[in-house]
């Protein structure tokens, strides 16, 4: 059994030394520059090794991802108990924006690269779903009687639309904060307005 546990210890460590390496190749060169070669070179493992641990390099993109997934849930988390509720969602908004502007390349792989992990289904990993409750324990105190999960998609449209925008360059720059302002403000608004009417 020790040589076995071993072995386990040595496949999980062999995994991730390739999946840190992806990631930072991703991250200073950018994902077309992620091929089996490049990370064979980098690390010194023959392509048949990298092979034994990830059938492509999808496979390779996708447990990048899901390593991001868990550490935004955690930023989304640390960020949600830091302080008094009502700020909750702004604390949140804020985290999820830094998240994804301090980690394009990782960001890129989690929403913009073509995946074969599946949201919102059955057999969606539960690092995946970490995020998305984080952001939901935060939006169901000012949902009032609206379907929450669907009022958290579409403050995670909205904060996802203002990464990718300004990432793309398609946003005024410096503008940031207050754009994520406006977003906290507008759907706070809007849950206040839905108090009144019920």
Same mark, same amino acid.
């Given at each position: 059994?020790?040589i076995?546990? $071993?072995q386990?210890r040595?496949?999980?460590?062999?995994?991730?030394?390739?999946?840190?390496?992806?990631?930072?190749?991703?991250? $200073?060169?950018g994902?077309?520059a992620?091929t089996t070669r490049?990370?064979s070179?980098?690390?010194?493992?023959?392509?048949?090794?990298l092979?034994k641990?990830?059938?492509s390099?999808?496979d390779?993109?996708d447990?990048v991802?899901?390593?991001g997934f868990?550490?935004l849930?955690e930023?989304?988390?640390?960020a949600r108990?830091?302080?008094?509720?009502?700020?909750?969602?702004? $604390?949140?908004?804020?985290?999820?924006?830094t998240?994804?502007?301090?980690?394009?390349?990782?960001?890129d792989?989690?929403?913009t690269?073509?995946?074969?992990?599946h949201?919102?289904?059955e057999?969606t990993?539960?690092?995946m779903?970490?995020?998305f409750?984080?952001l939901?324990?935060?939006?169901?105190?000012?949902?009032?009687?609206?379907?929450?999960d669907?009022?958290t998609?579409?403050?995670?449209?909205?904060?996802?639309?203002?990464t990718?925008?300004s990432r793309?360059g398609?946003?005024r720059?410096?503008?940031?904060?207050?754009?994520?302002?406006?977003?906290v403000?507008?759907?706070?608004?809007?849950s206040?307005?839905?108090?009144?009417?019920?």
């Amino acid at each position: 059994m020790a040589i076995a546990d $071993r072995q386990a210890r040595d496949r999980a460590a062999r995994r991730r030394l390739i999946t840190a390496t992806a990631r930072a190749v991703a991250e $200073r060169e950018g994902w077309d520059a992620v091929t089996t070669r490049r990370l064979s070179a980098e690390i010194e493992y023959s392509q048949p090794v990298l092979y034994k641990h990830f059938a492509s390099i999808e496979d390779i993109v996708d447990a990048v991802a899901l390593e991001g997934f868990g550490e935004l849930a955690e930023a989304l988390a640390t960020a949600r108990r830091a302080g008094d509720p009502p700020e909750a969602l702004r $604390r949140v908004a804020h985290a999820y924006i830094t998240f994804a502007t301090e980690n394009p390349a990782l960001y890129d792989a989690m929403f913009t690269r073509p995946t074969r992990l599946h949201f919102a289904a059955e057999d969606t990993p539960v690092q995946m779903s970490a995020g998305f409750v984080e952001l939901r324990e935060v939006v169901a105190p000012i949902a009032t009687g609206r379907d929450v999960d669907t009022i958290t998609e579409v403050v995670w449209a909205g904060l996802h639309g203002l990464t990718s925008l300004s990432r793309s360059g398609r946003l005024r720059p410096g503008r940031d904060v207050e754009r994520v302002e406006i977003l906290v403000d507008e759907f706070l608004r809007a849950s206040s307005r839905n108090d009144r009417l019920t």
